[in-house]
C-alpha cells in the first residue's frame, strides 16, 4: 500500500520570518520545541530553513544574535516535498541528504513537515506482524 506524505505530514508547522532577528527566532523554535524551521518571507513563501545548527554555528562564532538576521545564516537550499509525494521517495531523499526533517511544499508555501520519526512510526506499521513471535528482550546481568 503506497502511503503519501500528505498522510503523516504534521501540519502545524512553526514559521519564522526571514526579516526576524536570530534571537527572536530562537527564542520561537525553544518555546515550541521545534530543531528546524521553515523561513518564510513577506508573501508567505518558504525562502529557507532555520536550524539549531545555524544558530549554533552564529554563537560559535560571537556574532550579536540580535543583530543579526535570520535571512544572514538561514539555509537557502530548500530540500521539500510536494504532499503527494511517497513516503519511501521521501525517505530516500532525507537519507540521501543527510537531513531528520522535510518541509512540505505546496506553490511555494510551506504546508507541513515531516520528521525522520514519522517516516520510521510508517515504516514500522508496514512491516509490523502481529502473528510474530515476540523478540527476546535483553537481560542484563
Known amino acids: 500500500m503506497q502511503v503519501f ?13 526571514c526579516t526576524s532577528t536570530v534571537e527572536q527566532s530562537e527564542t520561537i523554535m525553544l518555546n515550541t520545541y ?7 518571507d513577506d508573501q508567505g513563501d518558504c525562502v ?18 540580535s543583530r543579526t ?4 545564516i538561514m539555509s537557502r537550499n530548500v530540500i521539500a516535498v510536494g504532499p503527494r509525494s511517497s513516503v519511501d521517495n521521501t525517505m530516500q531523499l532525507m537519507l540521501d541528504n543527510g537531513i531528520h526533517h522535510i518541509l512540505v511544499l505546496q506553490d511555494k508555501k510551506v504546508c507541513g ?7 520510521i512510526q510508517i515504516d514500522k506499521a508496514r512491516t509490523y506482524n502481529p502473528f510474530a513471535d515476540p523478540e527476546p528482550h535483553a537481560t542484563t546481568h
Open 5 to 17: 506524505v500528505k498522510d503523516i505530514m504534521q501540519t502545524e508547522v512553526t514559521t519564522v520570518s
Open 48 to 65: 529557507g530553513v532555520l536550524s539549531h545548527s545555524d544558530i549554533l554555528r552564529i554563537r560559535n562564532d560571537k556574532k550579536d544574535v
Open 113 to 119: 513537515i515531516v520528521s525522520v520519526t514519522d517516516i
Open 34 to 40: 521545534r530543531p528546524c524551521v521553515p523561513v518564510i
Open 69 to 72: 538576521y535570520v535571512q544572514e
